[in-house]
């Protein structure tokens, strides 16, 4: 299994942008599909956003419009651009790889 470590996490007001990043420690370029989850307080975990190999995109609705889901293959990295936060959006956030590598999750708040 790859190994995948989240990074960017934070405080935010409502309204303001994070960047989250997902390093793996091994190239990411034939990966069919790497994802972001998130699980909020008292809720179950929901899948967020995931890119293909070949750049396809696929949101959950509540985030659509909102958030983006950067791929650098030659850094290893996926990253989760969250614009205009809302208070609802706060969670731990994981990001995922194929083999069932997750990462250890960053807590993002949204909170004035």
């Known amino acids: 299994q790859v190994q995948l470590v989240e990074s960017g996490g934070g405080l935010v007001q409502p309204g303001g942008s994070l960047r989250l990043s997902c390093a793996a420690s091994?190239?990411?370029?034939?990966?069919?599909?790497m994802g972001w989850y998130r699980q909020g307080p008292g809720k179950q975990r929901e899948v967020v956003a995931s890119i293909s190999s070949d750049g396809r995109t696929n949101y959950a609705d509540s985030v659509k419009g909102r958030f983006t889901v950067p791929r650098s293959n030659a850094r290893n990295t996926v990253y989760l651009q969250m614009n205009s936060l809302k208070p609802e959006d706060t969670a731990v956030y994981y990001c995922?790889?194929?083999?069932?590598?997750w990462g250890q999750g960053t807590q993002v708040t949204v909170s004035s």
């Open positions: 995922t790889a194929p083999g069932g590598s």
């Open positions: 091994r190239s990411i370029f034939f990966f069919n599909a």
